[in-house]
């Protein structure tokens, strides 16, 4: 069964304290990986996409990697501006079948 | 990416009532999904609406009880009909661009309702 798993539920870090967020899969057939933060309230924002095992993106104080089981989403001296939910999801080679994960809550204190 | 923007961004019903959400892109999309997130949950994936067919539901949800409509390839609507409070949940339109060259899904900011 097509599965996605985020880890932990939640984290709190003090500011500038790096940390990594986890997303574990089980898909028959990856298409793509995707990282979306989600304030309270809006819509998610796209982050990155990820295609194969190796790849690495980057933007401003977020990097994101992926191996063939995992990603992970790792924040670099994050800020208060950082706390949101971030959600991955996978698409799998089914089209129109994309997956999410139950999120992890970040929470920066300054 | 798209701008997406869906209306209402929020409203408050009475049980057994029925609400339609809008959902407009500023660029032609091959793909609308529709999702619901309840609250402190993940998205779960309701519906794909497909241009000129029926939409193509997911396990659990049926035309009757969601309904939707997709006229052209920049607007859909979603119908939540005799809702009752279990239907309380954000619903969220996102698209797959034609031209974005990836499969990336942008979200709309999401429709939250309450049934009371």
């Known amino acids: 069964e097509d599965q996605v798993t985020q880890s932990p539920e939640a984290l709190r870090l003090q500011e500038g304290e790096s940390s990594s967020l986890n997303c574990s899969y089980t898909?028959?057939?990856?298409?793509?990986l995707f990282w979306y933060r989600q304030d309270p309230g809006k819509g998610p924002e796209f982050l990155f996409t990820l295609y194969s095992a190796g790849e690495e993106k980057e933007k401003e104080r977020l990097k994101a990697t992926l191996t063939k089981k995992e990603s992970f989403l790792h924040i670099t001296a994050p800020k208060p501006e950082d706390s949101a939910t971030y959600l991955c999801?996978?698409?799998?080679?089914?089209?129109?079948?994309?997956?999410f994960g139950s999120g992890t809550k970040l929470n920066v204190k300054p | 990416s798209a701008v997406i923007s869906q209306k209402p961004s929020r409203d408050i019903c009475q049980r057994g009532t029925s609400l339609t959400i809008q959902c407009q892109v500023d660029?032609?999309?091959?793909?609308m999904f529709w999702y619901r997130q309840q609250p402190g949950q993940s998205l779960t994936l309701i519906a794909t609406a497909n241009q000129g067919s029926e939409a193509t539901y997911e396990s659990g949800f049926v035309i009757d009880k969601f309904p939707i409509s997709r006229p052209n390839l920049t607007f859909s609507t979603l119908t939540v009909s005799n809702m009752s409070p279990e239907d309380s949940s954000i619903y969220l339109c996102?698209?797959?661009?034609?031209?974005?060259?990836?499969?990336?899904?942008?979200f709309g900011p999401g429709t939250r309702l309450t049934v009371l």
């Open positions: 660029s032609q999309v091959t793909m």
């Open positions: 999801a996978v698409q799998a080679y089914n089209f129109n079948k994309f997956y």
């Open positions: 996102s698209v797959l661009p034609v031209t974005s060259g990836t499969d990336t899904q942008y």
């Open positions: 898909v028959s057939g990856l298409r793509g």
